[in-house]
């Protein structure tokens, strides 16, 4: 390992700083490892593509975007005193106040000096004979460092409609995941909004009540449970602060990063009466979670007919909400609830009560162009102002594939991975020495509370560098083997459940041409976690450590 001292070497005539670390992208997962890595007296360099910190709460800016985690779960657990001076005001943060508490977070920290924003990272290459990572940026520069940490994010390449014109629409266009800096005013125009996941659910209800006329393009009608958001319960809040080691271990331990009660009984075991008394609990209480609905029974996860039950509950309760039975059919879904991404909504399906609201069923009239003026569908032709395109992420991979990764022998990492992702651990790649990814494909990621499962891998990996400088350890590189073996695992464990037969970007299926996967580990953080310690326990077993 080098010194923590940074120097200049002129292999190629070019100066190129050498460093301890690179860290690619400096939200949540970036900044904590930088924290880390300083801590061990490594020299850093975070670059950010942002003209600010935030990842994902500094892109989504979107109206109504806030995380569907509790503020008292989706925080870091590192610093003692840090989660014991920060207030949190809603059940669910919105998107403004996560980006206080994480800018907060860099200041506290002193973070800011070692990250620089507005540069982008578009290759790692590693020289085998030095056995470091040469980065380069779209800045012009090359940094030349040991270790190269992705920190790129799940959810942070967006993806557009499959469709032609999208550059020729002359109106404003919008992109949740890529939101302008000041605040957008929709009052008095004609809006499109493209997309009805967690993204769409959110900023729907908040741009109807100011456009004239808002459209929503939906293909696959999801499934909302009523956010409940609300200011926090100051009691709830000294509660927790009260017994936060306790709580944090409890929710390492668990199945999604957020400890809930075990359940005990399959849907099918309990009468009808009993089931849907539960399912009412949990939509009417304001203080349930996303996954209080997922976790209520042992079976609704891996038996259709279980599933069914909540999916049935659910699809009553539109019924109920909207009044124009034809609209209220449409945005019942028909599928398996919970394995695409349940969503959290507020005022949702009322949104659609509103005589400026369009519902538009693109499933049966699919979109065949955007226009200069607005959205054709095989039907119908739509002038608008504006569109919001709400239409997700190439996730898990996109980030990492849009930096030109290679490693021994040159090799790329997107034609290692084009017949789907292969990580150990999800978190290491055999061919790419010293390359870690925080909350990578094959992790639980987001399977889980993200908070939780950045700050295990970022843990780990601080605590893999640490053995292996005190072991003189130059190289630490996933075994193939291991590697297999792990993937193998992530889609073994995958199949047990009904994740695989639901179209989602959990199984890649959003973005054409994208292998049809699992992309994450949905054998719970609990037990990810253990085997992650075990590996470390055992002399970082499937990892060939060189010196
Ligand atoms: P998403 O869940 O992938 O939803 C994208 C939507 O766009 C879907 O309704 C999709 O329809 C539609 N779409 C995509 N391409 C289309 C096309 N060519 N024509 C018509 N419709 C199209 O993306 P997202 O809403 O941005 O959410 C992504 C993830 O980010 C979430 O699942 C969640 O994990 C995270 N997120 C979380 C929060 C939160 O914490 N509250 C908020 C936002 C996002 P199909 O379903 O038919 O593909």
């Known amino acids: 390992m080098t010194t923590t001292s940074e120097r200049s070497a002129s292999s190629t005539g070019q100066k190129t700083r050498e460093i301890d670390a690179v860290v690619v992208g400096a939200g949540f997962a970036g900044l904590y490892t930088l924290h880390k890595l300083r801590g061990l007296g490594l020299s850093v360099q975070v670059y950010e593509a942002g003209d600010g910190i935030g990842g994902t709460w500094y892109w989504n800016r979107y109206p109504g975007a806030r995380v569907d985690v509790k503020s008292m779960y989706y925080n870091y657990s590192f610093d003692p005193e840090l989660e014991q001076e920060w207030e949190w005001t ?136 009523p956010a409940g958001n609300h200011a926090i319960d100051p009691e709830f809040q000294r509660d927790i602060k009260s017994r936060y080691r306790e709580v944090r271990k409890a929710n390492r331990e668990s199945s999604f990063g957020i400890a809930r009660p075990e359940a005990t009984t399959g849907a099918l075991e309990v009468s009808e009466d009993e089931r849907n008394a539960f399912y009412r609990a949990v939509w009417e209480d304001k203080d349930s979670e996303l996954v209080s609905m997922l976790t209520g029974y042992t079976d609704t996860l891996t038996d259709e007919a279980a599933n069914e039950t909540a999916a049935q509950f659910i699809r009553d309760r539109i019924a109920e909400i909207v009044t124009d039975p034809a609209v209220a059919e449409l945005l019942q879904p028909s599928g398996l609830f919970g394995v695409k991404r349940p969503v959290l909504g507020t005022d949702y399906y009322a949104t659609f009560n509103r005589p400026n609201v369009r519902l538009v069923d693109v499933s049966a009239t699919p979109l065949t162009e955007v226009t200069e003026s607005g959205l054709e569908t095989t039907q119908e032709s739509f002038e608008f102002d504006d569109i919001i395109y709400a239409t997700g992420y190439d996730a898990m991979t996109g980030a990492l594939d849009a930096v030109d990764i290679r490693g021994r022998g040159g090799a790329a990492l997107r034609e290692k991975w084009a017949d789907g992702p292969v990580t150990y651990l999800g978190l290491a790649v055999a061919g790419f020495p010293n390359l870690f990814t925080i909350t990578g494909p094959g992790s639980p990621a987001v399977l889980s509370n993200m908070l939780v499962s950045i700050e295990q891998h970022v843990d780990w990996v601080a605590d893999a560098i640490d053995t292996m400088r005190s072991k003189g350890v130059t190289t630490m590189e996933a075994r193939a083997d291991a590697e297999q073996e792990w993937t193998r695992h992530v889609g073994e464990v995958g199949d047990m459940t009904l994740y695989p037969k639901v179209d989602s970007w959990y199984v890649g299926s959003n973005v054409p041409g994208k292998p049809r996967v699992m992309y994450a580990y949905i054998g719970g953080v609990g037990a990810y976690r253990e085997k992650c310690d075990q590996v470390a326990a055992d002399d970082y077993d499937g990892f060939t450590l060189a010196r």
């Not at 012009?140 to 992705?150: D, H, K, P, Q, Y």
């Not at 994010?153 to 020729?168: F, H, Q, R, W, Y």
């Not at 004239?212 to 499934?223: C, D, G, H, P, S």
Request: proline share 5%.
């Open 90 to 225: 809603e059940k669910l943060p919105p998107q403004p106040e996560l980006l206080r508490y994480i800018n907060h977070v860099a200041d506290r920290f002193d973070l800011r000096k070692d990250v620089q924003l507005r540069t982008r990272v578009t290759a790692a290459v590693y020289d085998e004979s030095a056995a470091r990572w040469r980065i380069t940026t779209d800045q012009g520069e090359v940094v030349s460092a040991r270790f190269a940490i992705m920190a790129t994010g799940c959810l942070s390449a967006p993806k557009m409609v499959e469709v032609p014109g999208i550059e020729t629409f002359r109106g404003r266009s919008f992109h949740t995941g890529n939101w302008p800096d000041q605040e957008v005013d929709f009052s008095g125009r004609r809006v499109a909004v493209i997309g009805t996941g967690s993204s769409g659910v959110q900023v729907i209800p908040l741009v109807a009540e100011t456009a004239e006329k808002l459209t929503v393009f939906q293909r696959t009608a999801n499934y909302v449970l």
